[in-house]
T-cell receptor, first 114, second 115 residues
Framework: ETGVTQTPRHLVMGMTNKKSLKCEQHLGHNAMYWYKQSAKKPLELMFVYNFKEQTENNSVPSRFSPECPNSSHLFLHLHTLQPEDSALYLC?????????????FGPGTRLTVL | AQSVTQLDSQVPVFEEAPVELRCNYSSSVSVYLFWYVQYPNQGLQLLLKYLSGSTLVKGINGFEAEFNKSQTSFHLRKPSVHISDTAEYFCAVTILTGGGNKLTFGTGTQLKVEL
């Protein structure tokens, strides 16, 4: 595998379910990101991790819980979601050296909450 | 605070015609600007970026953009488009935080190339 991979690519869940999204980067980067992409809205930055430490939480509801066990893996744990949480969730990574480095995106997980 | 405005939500154009996708930004500090492209069912791919130096930036697939500080713009251009350029294009601006970039995106412009 190369670049940034995300699994699953599609997920349908009920409001009472618990599920997790997985992201893996094979680029040797140190920073990882979660974004939410909803129709007709700009991409919203949710979380930033740098060297496994969370450096940004953009006022995301607690029903979204990120986890970064190492610099290559990032998870987004989901529980008791709402229908308005249906969106494309994108993971990205970057060098994380402190400069304006390029973010590389995965293909996303299309989430539908019933 | 920083923000990005993409004035056109959709731009239809015929194949081999030139195209310009508009992007304006606002930021109170030094900016770094990016254009990303998203093909259907895919993530975002970097087209080009402006960090410093020459205001005319060339990217992949024949795209270029010009940074205009006085007009706070970073418009994307291509002299002759192809059907395969049909996609959504996002302009983004970043400021540097304590670790990692904090990208702020525009709402995107859907480019539709027709025969």
């Amino acid at each position: 595998e190369t670049g940034v991979t995300q699994t699953p690519r599609h997920l349908v869940m009920g409001m009472t379910n618990k599920k997790s999204l997985k992201c893996e980067q094979h680029l040797g980067h140190n920073a990882m990101y979660w974004y939410k992409q909803s129709a007709k809205k700009p991409l919203e930055l949710m979380f930033v991790y740098n060297f496994k430490e969370q450096t940004e939480n953009n006022s995301v509801p607690s029903r979204f819980s990120p986890e970064c066990p190492n610099s290559s893996h990032l998870f987004l744990h989901l529980h008791t979601l709402q229908p308005e949480d249906s969106a494309l969730y994108l993971c990205a990574s970057s060098q994380g050296a402190g400069g304006p480095d390029t973010q590389y995106f995965g293909p996303g997980t299309r989430l539908t909450v019933l | 605070a920083q923000s990005v405005t993409q004035l056109d939500s959709q731009v239809p154009v015929f194949e081999e015609a030139p195209v310009e996708l508009r992007c304006n930004y606002s930021s109170s500090v030094s900016v770094y600007l990016f254009w990303y492209v998203q093909y259907p069912n895919q993530g975002l791919q970097l087209l080009l970026k402006y960090l410093s130096g020459s205001t005319l930036v060339k990217g992949i697939n024949g795209f270029e953009a010009e940074f205009n500080k006085s007009q706070t713009s970073f418009h994307l251009r291509k002299p002759s488009v192809h059907i395969s350029d049909t996609a959504e294009y996002f302009c983004a601006v970043t400021i540097l935080t304590g670790g990692g970039n904090k990208l702020t995106f525009g709402t995107g412009t859907q480019l539709k190339v027709e025969l």
